[in-house]
T-cell receptor, first 111, second 112 residues
Framework: GESVGLHLPTLSVQEGDNSIINCAYS??????FIWYKQESGKGPQFIID?????DKRQGQRVTVLLNKTVKHLSLQIAATQPGDSAVYFC??????????FGAGTTVTVRA | DVKVTQSSRYLVKRTGEKVFLECVQD?????MFWYRQDPGLGLRLIYF???????EKGDIPEGYSVSREKKERFSLILESASTNQTSMYLC???????????FGQGTRLTVV
């Protein structure tokens, strides 16, 4: 079946640097692509979404980029902080609304 | 403040037991989801419901069933618990066509 996946399982970042987390998806019919953050002991929390008719969306310190040509999604975090340490999941909403997740990337921020 | 509440944070059950995991949301959301989370596998969809009494199988429905008798409550049932169902279970809800899903805190189930 089709799935959403992440390129790297772990990412180590120096505090203050920018982080880039990548994701490859396969369902080109999906209408929404989303990033979630999961801190230890908690459920995932929505960060930002992008619709399939867009290629870039910015939030507070975060930017999501969508490249439909190569089916690639990325999350950029500016000036990474210790509180950004978490597992990040990309997800997609296909036409049947069954929200599907990738395997996740664990981001560790070094002081 | 939106809330999805799962009835238990931790559960220990014996092999063969029937197990009920309860989830309640207070946001009047149409969609509700049950996922299991295992290391390296991310979140895998077990079942999805888009309305009362409606359910759709996810990617891994075998060994599970669900019940949605009221809009705010979505129950996951393990008919006969097995050790390979030891996992973290997460419930979520969302509006019918909205991108943002709200998650509960999770239930860590151990089957011994």
């Amino acid at each position: 079946g089709e799935s959403v996946g992440l390129h790297l399982p772990t990412l180590s970042v120096q505090e203050g640097d920018n982080s880039i987390i990548n994701c490859a998806y396969s369902n080109s019919a999906s209408d929404y692509f989303i990033w979630y953050k999961q801190e230890s002991g908690k459920g995932p929390q929505f960060i930002i979404d992008i619709r399939s008719n867009m290629d870039k969306r910015q939030g507070q310190r975060v930017t999501v980029l969508l490249n439909k040509t190569v089916k690639h999604l990325s999350l950029q975090i500016a000036a990474t902080q210790p509180g950004d340490s978490a597992v990040y999941f990309c997800a997609e909403i296909p036409p049947d609304y069954k929200l599907s997740f990738g395997a996740g990337t664990t981001v560790t921020v070094r002081a | 403040d939106v809330k999805v509440t799962q009835s238990s944070r931790y559960l220990v059950k014996r092999t063969g037991e029937k197990v009920f995991l309860e989830c309640v949301q207070d946001m009047d959301h149409e969609n509700m989801f049950w996922y299991r989370q295992d290391p390296g596998l991310g979140l895998r969809l077990i079942y999805f419901s888009y309305d009362v009494k409606m359910k759709e199988k996810g990617d891994i429905p075998e060994g599970y069933s669900v019940s949605r008798e009221k809009k705010e409550r979505f129950s996951l049932i393990l008919e006969s618990a097995s050790t390979n169902q030891t996992s973290m279970y997460l419930c979520a809800s969302s509006v019918i066509q909205g991108p943002e899903a709200f998650f509960g805190q999770g239930t860590r189930l151990t089957v011994v």
